[in-house]
């Protein structure tokens, strides 16, 4: 039987996991985390993905019974029964620096009990030169040579939450190698699961550039939307009607604006490019820019609920709904919404927050949406979620005194005025 180890079994490494067990092969998933792994062991995972009809949680329990995925922290365990080994560990920022020391953590971990003639794979999201310059050097003190004894290539993961299965099966996949066998070693392993086009480069720091500026570009596009809002807002216009017209020409794809930019992607994009710049004697003038304006958008969104509140002479009681970094996620990782809620509480607000994707114990978050109405006028919208049956916002508050603040665009103006509710946009 065919054997791979994904080493970090997080929002990436989980299904990445699951789809090389679903094609047949054997996989020794490794964390650090024990609670994740006596979870994953359990059959237990809060992340919202599904395939062909399955959740992940059928997925994973299919998996466990059948012996194909087994989760575990000993590295040493895993990379003794593995050819190719796929590492998926995060670098978070800190202070607006990388944060290196998981990835180093794995790498001397997979040093330590590297083998001969073995692939390691790396997917994890970098700063620029990582791979060559510090997962390389880490690999090598085993002892062993890249491209004579062992092989390493790296290819960047292109997934969305909630589409991972589906991305990683129908997403063009991006790769360099160390070496031409390297490579083909590589290709090897990626076609097991991708469908679609491999697209080698020429070297590491081509793809690690270009993943980080997907990201970036994202990062970028979404902030000259929120300005674009702040525009339309000052002409009393629907941001969300403007850029459905714009976008109807083939040649525009404008993002939608929204309470701010979450999640562990988008956010540390420009800090991943940047840390490579300064070295470099390069200023990012553009992307830092947009970074600042969009870290300033949850304030903006504070400031908003504030002047609503004084509008309306509301008490300082709110609902939010949603507290993902995204729509439809259950990540709440960097989420704008927390910053939100925080900066609200400094500011006397009291808030009681709803949502059932999200996993995190919170001291505003309850477990209802009637508990989150409950003597409240004012309701914040700040994701979508399926749990979250907004029409019922007015049967638990009376629509003549519902105030709605909506930055996902879940109601329209033609909505507020059928049912005589105050509707606010971003």
Known sequence: MNSVCVIGLGYVGLPLALSFAMKGFKV?????????????KKGETHHLESYNGKTIQEILKEQLENGKFIPMVNYKLALENVDDVIVTVPIPVYGGKPYFDYLVSCAKEISKNLRKNQLILLRSTVVPGTTRNIFLPILEESGLKCGEDFYLAYASERIAEGKAFEEFENMPTA????????????VDLIKVICK?????????????????????????????????????????????????????????????????????????AFY?????????GIELKLSK???????????????????????YNCDKKIAVLGIAMKDYSSDDRLSPAIE???????????VKAFDPAVKTKYDFKVESLQEALKDVQLVLILAKQHGIEFEKIFEYISPSKAIIIDTRNVFSYNDAKEKGFVLEKI
């Open 28 to 40: 020794f998933g490794v964390d650090s985390n024990e609670k994740l792994i006596e979870e994953l």
């Open 175 to 186: 790769l360099a190698g160390f070496c031409e066998n390297s490579v083909k070693r590589a």
């Open 196 to 268: 679609e086009e491999i697209i080698v480069a020429s070297s590491f720091e081509v793809v690690e550039t270009a993943k980080v500026i997907e990201n970036l570009q994202r990062d970028i596009n979404i902030a000259m939307v929120n300005e674009f809002e702040r525009f339309t807002k000052a002409m009393n216009l629907d941001i969300f009607e403007v850029i459905k017209v714009a976008n109807t020409h083939k040649r525009v794809n404008l993002l939608y604006p929204g309470p701010g930019v979450g999640g562990f992607c988008i956010p540390n």
């Open 272 to 280: 991943y490019l940047n840390a490579k710049a300064q070295e470099l």
């Open 289 to 311: 820019t947009a970074r600042m304006f969009n870290e300033g958008i949850p304030n903006y969104i504070s400031d908003l609920v504030m002047k609503t509140i004084e509008k």
């Open 340 to 350: 939100i809620i925080k900066n609200l509480k400094v500011r006397g607000v009291e």
